[in-house]
């Protein structure tokens, strides 16, 4: 693959999604943030999103080597056992 804003070569690389002492891949998500917990269910979770039966996919980035820029793809399912924040 070739670097869509000046052609250079692209390398491989991932963001990564940090949490409490701990590193997964970031994902994309489909649709929007669904927001129906209850703020107790919120509290109790950490989080205000929820995230059960999503369409995820990992987030691969490609960064250019001439000019730093960067192109992300969700394209790949994430890997068998992949956490994804808060489900």
Known sequence: MKCTACGGALEDGFLPDMGHAQVWAAVWVAGHPSTKM???ERFRSGGGV???EVE???ID???CTACGH???YAT???EPGTHVAGT
Request: aromatic share 12%; hydrophobic share 40%; net charge positive.
């Open 38 to 40: 209850s703020f107790w």
């Open 50 to 52: 929820s995230l059960e």
């Open 56 to 58: 995820a996919r990992t």
């Open 61 to 63: 980035a490609k960064r």
């Open 70 to 72: 960067l192109e992300l």
């Open 76 to 78: 790949r399912p994430p």
